[in-house]
């Protein structure tokens, strides 16, 4: 990523670390997404300078416009608008068990299940970042036959959704009550007014402390 001033072509780099040689920055502008801001992009920004970044989870992204402090320090708004773009190659996610492990946990789970809420919002990617932020390693699944699943795969927690007589039930395994979690992200999501990228922001202090927030600042929030 970057220009070298000196080059007539773009340079290959590793984004992650920004591009030291023509730092310091005015914008930048990353087309990838980020789970959090590097810090790397911070110190090469100016103060005032502005960083536009994809940043989410695998379910849902969105765009934040950062206005840069100078001292490792950030905040701004998300714009209201869906965009999307792959994650930044490097992350630590190479670790990652396969679709196929993840899905033999609910395809095989046995547990006793109760009634299960499925939140009207279910393939709303608006939602989706709410509810990712109270599932940050879940991935969800939606099989022939098999309304929802969910299954976390650092600890292989997972919740599996079927229709019975009565209605919606789900069968939960594993360390984590990933349904219960989904259905407290629902409860916020409803009573918050259904809320847009727009009313999230994003705190980063001189500290390395990156802090997704809804409506105020200091607002419900989540620790990046
Ligand atoms: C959505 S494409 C955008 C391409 C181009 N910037 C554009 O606007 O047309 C994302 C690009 O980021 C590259 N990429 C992903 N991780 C990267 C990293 N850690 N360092 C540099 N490039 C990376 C991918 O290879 C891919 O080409």
Sequence with gaps: MGTDPGLRSPTVADGRRGYPPAAPYDRIIATCSVRRIPASWLAQTRPGGIIVANLGGDHSSATVRLVVGGDGSAEGRFLPDDAAFIEIEGEEERTRPSIQELADRWIHGEAPVRPARVPEAMEDVQFWFLAQRFLPHVTLFRAEGRPWCLVDHLDLSWARVEESDNGPVVA???????????????????????????????????EGRQRLWLDPPEGPGWDL
């Design 172 to 206: 939960q395994g594993g360390p984590q009550r990933l349904w219960d979690r989904l259905e407290e992200a629902d409860t916020l999501w409803t009573e918050g007014g259904r809320p847009g990228f727009e009313r999230y922001g994003l705190t980063i202090d001189g």
